[in-house]
């Protein structure tokens, strides 16, 4: 409000005298000194008599518009304070001031004539109460009002705190307001390098209507939404209206009425074009962390070959050790979604051993050569093949060798391995000659079904399973079928 003061035009008063002819000087003087005392008696009368018949008069303006007179300039302030304190009880906390631009110019008049309550009215329409307030701006246009700087300050921070903790980001900032370098990472900890709205924010004062300021709360939430925008959407495979609604915070009729070229029956085609309308946010947080971990190096599998190993067969020779590595990573967070991640620092901590395996290329043959070798580590035949306790016996029984070793008579194939009634635990031999050998009574197996054995390969150790009299081996020679005496094929 400008208060202004003026006390009006005053009517200029001035007197015209001519002197007389007379001649006589004292009587001139005389004359003269009455005239002028009776003249200053009359002026000074006219003057008092004059202000107290003037009154004051109070004329309004509104931005250089008269609204109208009053005869009392306090009605038109009680008014406008009564205006801003009815404001002020639906707007706690504001600062509020009147914006209409309304000024009073003073007037002294001999008639007064002012039509107060018609005035006033129209004053009490023309007075726009203003908060005083931060305008704070998202890249150079205005995104929302809050009361004062630290509500302004405390939107920022609220803001970086939707993608951090109150106590990086307080840690954040006491790091910033350290000289002190930064100490080096420890291994498995994650620290933060900084936090950035990547819009450029700022804020001024400025006045603005009472309802446009928000909270904190409010002005954060409103950033972080931010405003509709339209977009397009390509049907995919199995897309359904309703499913691309809800995926887009939409409702059936609010997606249809976007797109006039469909209805709630559409059938949608694959690679056609919908619009659709999403927020977008008017701030981003970019979070940016570094962090060391300790990685595991898979040790690699070496193979080499070994023709000196029968193929099929291998072994390790060097046991693999898993190394260590620790490597530091800087990573970039956007509203709380990690979008890239890149190698700072990488160090071997713990080399890594290549697991080495040997592996046989030695071929050896099934197909037996006709010629059977001694199956045990000496000892002596016990039992031939013939008639024995009124039934026939099928093979030969050797017995007390100087080791329990059973070896394959001849090149073969495993085609049985396992219990076998009176025989015990039996290994049964295929040569693909026509001829199979068969070892039983032992106490463990060594082979399994299909294994290929040369000649000589242990087939397991001689035991008394089965029915048995005693430790030995009993061993057969079947020809075409059919069981011939082991004497007549054996070399010892």
Do not use: C
Not at 165 to 189: F, G, H, M, V, Y
């Amino acid at each position: 409000m400008n208060l202004k003061g003026n006390t009006g035009d005053r009517k200029k008063i001035s007197f015209d005298h001519k002197p007389n002819h007379t001649t006589k000087a004292i009587k001139r003087a005389a004359i003269l000194t009455m005239f002028a005392s009776t003249i200053t008696f009359n002026i000074g009368f006219a003057k008092d008599n004059e202000s107290s018949l003037l009154q004051k008069v109070f004329h309004i303006y509104a931005s250089e518009e008269y609204v109208g007179a009053v005869s009392d300039e306090q009605a038109v302030k009680e008014l406008i304070d009564a205006k801003i304190e009815e404001t002020s009880s639906q707007y706690e906390g504001l600062k509020l001031n009147d914006e209409s631009n309304i000024s009073v110019i003073s007037e002294q008049v001999f008639n007064v004539q002012t039509n107060d309550t018609e005035t006033l009215d129209k004053v009490n329409d023309l007075v726009t109460v203003a908060a005083d307030a931060i305008e704070l701006s998202v890249n150079d246009e205005i995104a929302v009002y809050v009361k004062d700087i630290e509500a302004y300050h405390e939107v920022v921070r609220k803001l970086k705190l939707q993608s951090v903790s109150e106590k990086e980001l307080s840690e954040l900032e006491a790091r910033k307001d350290s000289i002190d370098s930064l100490p080096p990472l420890k291994t498995n900890e994650t620290r933060i390098v900084d936090v950035l709205i990547k819009e450029s924010i700022s804020g001024v004062n400025q006045s603005t209507q009472p309802d446009s300021v928000m909270t904190v709360d409010q002005a954060v939430k409103h950033l972080q939404k931010g405003e509709l925008e339209e977009k397009t959407y390509t049907v995919r495979a199995g897309d359904v209206i309703s499913k691309i609604a809800a995926d887009h915070k939409l409702t059936n009729e609010e997606l249809t009425k976007l797109n006039d070229t469909i209805d709630d029956n559409s059938a949608l085609q694959i690679g056609q074009e919908l619009k659709v309308t999403a927020f977008k946010p008017l701030t981003n947080i970019e979070v940016v962390r570094e962090k060391k971990e300790t990685k595991t190096i898979e040790f690699k599998n070496q193979v080499k070959q070994s023709s000196a190993m029968l193929k099929g067969d291998s072994k390790v020779v060097q046991k693999g050790n898993k190394g260590a590595k620790e490597m530091t990573y800087k990573t970039v967070e956007k509203n709380g979604v990690q979008v890239s991640q890149s190698i700072q620092e990488e160090k071997i901590v713990k080399e890594v051993t290549t697991n080495i395996i040997l592996k046989g290329t030695k071929v050896i043959p099934s197909r037996g050569s006709g010629k059977f070798s001694w199956p045990a580590q000496g000892g002596y035949i016990s039992s031939e093949m013939g008639q024995r306790w009124g039934s026939k016996h099928r093979g030969i029984d050797i017995a007390r060798p100087s080791g329990f070793t059973i070896k394959a008579a001849d090149n073969g194939v495993v085609i049985s391995a396992g219990k076998d009634g009176t025989y015990g635990n039996k290994v049964l031999v295929d040569h693909k000659n026509g001829y199979q050998t068969l070892y039983a009574h032992l106490a463990s197996i060594n082979v399994r079904v299909g294994q290929i054995v040369p000649v000589g390969a242990k087939l397991g150790v001689m035991g008394s399973t089965g029915r048995s009299t005693g430790t030995h081996l009993h061993f057969e020679v079947i020809k075409n079928g059919k069981n011939v005496n082991p004497l007549s094929y054996l070399q010892k």
